[in-house]
């Protein structure tokens, strides 16, 4: 059974960082995008960072040059997030799309149940 588990998610002071972890199991790899989201209360999820198999990594302009995605070489996946602000507060969830590169919450097949983030100001 394929599966996502976050961890890491916390309490932080704005300009601080988190490291969130997303362990995968039950999945056989090809050319699937892995993804981090984001939803704060009352918005919609959002989009922060991808990785493609090939290697190739993506982020939401809101977050580049803070975050950072990458990969342990197996199965897990990991966000690093350093300089946080209040705005960065939401829930966060791990995600894989099948079909590839994506940006898109619908693009997404499989969530994990989310880690909270809270960033105080």
């Known amino acids: 059974e394929e599966q996502l588990v976050e961890s890491g998610g916390g309490l932080v002071q704005a300009g601080g960082s988190l490291r969130l972890s997303c362990a995968a199991s039950?999945?056989?790899?090809?050319?699937?995008?892995f993804g981090w989201f984001r939803q704060a209360p009352g918005k919609e999820r959002e989009f922060v960072a991808g990785?493609?198999?090939?290697?190739?990594k993506y982020y939401a302009d809101s977050v580049k040059d803070r975050f950072t995605i990458s990969r342990d070489g197996g199965a897990h996946f990991f966000l690093q997030m350093n300089d946080l602000k209040s705005d960065d507060t939401g829930t966060y969830y791990c995600?894989?799309?099948?079909?590839?590169?994506?940006?898109?919450?619908?693009?997404?097949?499989?969530w994990g149940q989310g880690t909270q983030v809270t960033v105080s100001s």
């Open positions: 990785l493609r198999m090939s290697g190739n």
């Open positions: 039950g999945f056989t790899w090809f050319d699937y995008a």
């Open positions: 995600a894989v799309a099948r079909r590839g590169y994506s940006r898109q919450p619908r693009d997404f097949d499989l």
